[in-house]
């Protein structure tokens, strides 16, 4: 599974990209959670707000940071999707 | 019935049974005013912008931009304006909806009424003229604001300024729509207390300093001193006001309770909202952000027109607003 953050290099982008990194390992993954800041690649998917998680290219959470247990859930959400 | 009776006799409380100030004095009216306009104003913030999120999470810019794709120019320029209200605006997310909207096929023209009435008609602002103004003045804002987006963006559109725009804007397309992840409930609240918090804590500060000034001219400076220099027989006024509002963007949520003492003493009305209009829509933090998407002239074309239509609204309320 690919995580990722994307966010334009704002300062909320870069506390979900850490609090993602604490829900990654509290769930017991192995998964590096890639952080790209590259504004564009937000658009590609279609997306205008930032900051992004995507789970395997797909949004998971769009344009808000929410707290560890919700970033839990929206991975768990995503992945049982695929 | 007034609303904030509990509020007023709070503030008188504080300032004349605990801070034992004198009713009536300079010192005991300009406490009294600055405890209950901040306590006001802090109230109508919280909770409207806590309710303004909640709409706002069902209005992402995403759904924003696949409503105005599908329009046509001039249709497109009213409703752009019109969502320009509920979207959050910030010059560091100027770049990301200017891009989202052009590469996903929405009239340059459209793109520009949006850009326009997302900064100057944001709810910040409405609650500080609600609670500072009154009802009409805020209304008077809102409606002068939409006509401004919405002829600003038609004239851009007219224009044909496609060639001015950044190249490299144009040779993405965004391919489709992704679809969103639907929000829960929950996550909405989440979203709505965050960005309620986000806002309080940045403009706590210039809120408490512009109430703070406007409380101290407000007991201090005397009545009509500013009318013979800012009054609206002066000509010179509307201009100027605009162009001393066009740094001022950051500090908007300071300028207004500041603006709202002066007012009192002699600033005419029209120029009072040329300068609110001026701060909120021509920001030179934004221009310098856009210069990544598009050449200068594109700016100076944009803040022309805008420029031009905020000096128009502020004569004419000069006229009407004696």
């Given amino acids: 599974m690919k995580i990722q953050v994307l966010g334009s290099g704002c300062a909320t982008c870069k506390k979900l990209f850490e609090i993602t990194k604490t829900a990654v390992k509290e769930m017991g993954m192995s998964e590096e959670v890639e952080y790209i800041t590259d504004f564009q690649q937000i658009l590609n998917m279609g997306l205008m707000s930032s900051p992004v998680l995507a789970v395997d290219g797909k949004p998971a959470l769009v344009g808000f940071v929410p707290n560890v247990e919700e970033i839990k859930k929206a991975i768990l959400k995503a992945s049982t999707k695929l | 019935m007034n609303l904030f009776y509990p509020i007023q006799a709070f503030a008188d409380w504080l300032a004349f049974t605990v801070f034992k100030l004198t009713p009536k004095s300079l010192a005991g009216e300009a406490v009294n005013f600055f405890i209950f306009d901040s306590l006001k104003i802090f109230i109508l913030l919280a909770v409207i912008i806590f309710i303004v999120s909640i ?114 804007v144009y040779q993405s397309v965004a391919h489709g729509s992704a679809e969103l992840p639907q929000m829960t409930k929950r996550e909405r609240i989440i979203y709505a207390r965050n960005y309620t918090l986000d806002i309080l804590k940045k403009v706590w500060p210039y809120i408490l300093v512009g109430i703070g000034v406007g409380a101290w001219i407000h007991g201090y400076v005397p009545t009509d001193f500013l009318a013979k220099y800012a009054g609206s027989g002066k000509w010179y006024g509307v201009p100027l006001a605009v162009l001393i509002g066009i740094p001022l963007y950051s500090n ?70 004696k």
């Fill in chain 2, 252 to 321: 908007a949520a300071g300028v207004i309770p500041l603006v709202s003492a002066l007012t009192e003493k002699g600033v005419a009305m029209g120029t009072t909202l040329a300068f609110m209009m001026s701060v909120t829509a021509l920001s030179l933090p934004e221009f310098m952000i856009l210069k990544k998407v598009m050449k200068s002239k594109l700016i100076l074309i944009f803040a022309g027109i805008v420029g031009t239509g905020i000096i128009f609204t502020g004569y004419l309320f000069n006229l009407i607003l």
């Fill in chain 2, 55 to 168: 709409i706002r999470s069902y209005l992402p810019p995403e759904k924003i931009r696949n409503i105005l794709a599908r329009k046509n120019q001039y249709t497109g320029n009213v409703i752009a304006s019109l969502l320009g209200i509920v979207t959050p605006f910030c010059s560091c997310s100027a770049i990301p909806l200017f891009l989202g909207f052009v590469q996903a096929g929405v009239p340059l023209g459209t793109t520009f009424s949006f850009l326009v009435a997302s900064p100057m008609i944001n709810e910040v602002a409405l609650i500080l003229l609600l609670g500072l103004f009154g009802w009409k003045i805020a209304i008077i804002y809102i409606i002068s604001g939409l006509i401004i987006a919405v002829f600003s963006g038609a004239v851009i559109g007219k224009l044909k300024v496609e060639s001015l725009v950044e190249p490299f």
